[in-house]
């Protein structure tokens, strides 16, 4: 049994491509480790309490290649985005305890992997995260699937994107957003703001180039106190932050690494600070603490820091760096407690009830040193602050059973402490088991009808008031139920120029009721599409088919469950189908507005001539609820729906005149009541 925790639940679109397995086999019923938690004063993880066992067909990112690039370094972070914050996986980062710098993590078939390997775990490996896997390979993601089972140190488990504001006061709020855009990670992972707009929402603020002020800066003080926010600052921004102080109130400063403030980068602009230091670091750095989360990046990251206006830092001569403050990397200015740091993190005014606060040297981390460098820079940012979001994550604490039987129903329920309050729940089951209220903090979990002992997945998902969500899930081993209801020979979907097909074969069949199609766009959230009567009694081979007149563009997924006469349910694992209408410049929507609607939205689309245009609006499961007819001009046109019938949360548009029909457009419906 493991536990972990997981974040906020994103709308998802279909994506990316992959094979399914027909076999409804799971591993690990039984974890061989169970996770012991420590309570550390400081910074949380920065010892391995213990070593995870991790399963045969785990996916492991080998983050320790040399040379470093953006492709084998940086679009490891947009993987792990990805996949925590739209399929729900947690992600194992696994640091060796005991290593030097750049020293191996852990071996596995005669590969040293380092730098603070990341893995999936086999349980999180859904046909929808394979494809995904998939995708970020082909994006220069390099690493392996396991073929044994493995023992690896255990640094954290990630299952938290953090929330992050990105300052805009000084306008240049790109030199960071680049950094995500190197990584692959989209500009939804990020607000752009200033301080004022902070609230317990957000997870972390980075600041890339600033002359701070009281009036503007002042609202860090409590975003680090009260909020336990965390902040990453770059350039001489950091200086500057630390030499400002309440007019009101002048004890009240924001020298949140040090004592009394640092050296200003330059003479003039540091308020009552008037000691300035040298632009550029001086050799020889030292790299420190190469176990921390922070720390982990290959090689050097020196010259990357030597650009701009401020490259490195140190205390004033009356002052020191805090007791909490870490220096990551040091250069040859000044002695302790005064070292020069390019790199400085650690509690804001060395509490450890605080939130945490890092400076890093230079203006842009890609304007100087080499591109391995300059991507080791910005791994210590993309660590920094997936280290935030860790830290501020919510906890779940879940009862839930560790063995079922088939059909029984079992008491489920979960705990939240932190977060926002209102919570809202959301209990899912891997095996396709059901809950009689899913939405609820306690339930009853009716367990899956399993042909042989199968682990089951049973997780809770928690939202809070700001977005944000955790979850908790545990391993639930299923026992079987025989005999076999049906013998399934094949299940497949074959996509077709308007359509897609559904075939499916059954060998024998006992007291087989019906049968239930499933669809989804992301292989998790399935809803039904229909259902085809069974053949009852059968020791013969039976045949089914089943046309979606309404696929969904790009990559879904389908699932077949079975229904005895008792109202027993089976189900099968998916099968993954990309579908792209045939490209037409004929007809087609050009864009929907507002979307996510809550009354009336506005469809603007263009024809290429004056004729006839029917709109067709269907729901997740493929029924019509809506459609009007207009007659359409020539290029551009819009039409105005107000009420649409029903209270889904997602809808699909279709357009369709005498010569074509366009693909489906996802239309979300924000539900305020």
Known sequence: M???ILRRRLSQCAGGCGTVSSQNTRMNPTKSVILLFIVLVCFAGKI??????????SFIINMGITPQTTANGLKPYGMIYDLIVNYNVSIVWSINSAKAKDGTDF????????GGTFIVEKEFITAAVTARITYWQGQGVQGVYTTSAISVPLYKTLTVFPIVMIDNLSGYQAVITNYYTLAGIPSSA??????????????????PHDEPTWTNHQYLYNFVTTMKGWIWVQCHAASVLESVRNPASPFTQLNFLSSAGLQCYGAGNCGSIAETHTQSPSSPYTYNYPTDGVMQFMSTLAPACDNGSERWYSPITTGQWNAGTYLGITDNHNSAPRKGALIAYGPAYGNAANGWVMYEGGHDLTGNGTAAEQVSAMRAYFNFILLAGYN???TVTVTIPP??????????????????????????????????????ASTQYTAPVVASDTTDIVKCIVTDSCGRATFEYRYVTNLANSPLPIVL???????????????????????????TIYRSGDGSDFATLNKIPGGGNSASILEYCMTDNHPLTGTSYYRLSQTDYDGKEKFYEPVAVNWEPVVAEILGVEKITPNPFIKKFTIDFFCKNSQKVKLEVVNMRGTKVFEKSVDANENFNTMEIDNLPGKESVYFIFLACAEWRTRGYKLVRENKE
């Not at 391995?48 to 067909?57: Q, R």
């Not at 071996?107 to 380092?114: G, S």
């Open 2 to 4: 493991r536990n972990t």
């Open 48 to 57: 391995n309490a213990v070593n995870e066992s991790i399963t045969t067909g």
């Open 107 to 114: 071996t596995y078939n005669a590969v040293n992997y380092k």
């Open 190 to 207: 990020y607000t752009i703001g200033a301080p004022v707009g902070l609230t317990q929402c957000f997870d972390i603020w980075c600041n």
């Open 392 to 394: 501020r994550k919510m």
């Open 403 to 440: 063995a079922t039987s088939p059909g029984n129903q079992y008491a489920v329920s979960a705990v939240v402490t932190g977060g926002s309050p209102t919570y809202t729940y959301q209990w899912l089951s891997s095996l396709g088991g059901t809950f009689v209220c899913s939405t609820c």
């Open 489 to 515: 020979e094949q299940f497949k979907a074959t996509p077709e120029k308007e359509d897609i097909k559904l075939y499916w074969t059954t060998a024998s069949e006992m007291n087989n009721d019906y049968f």
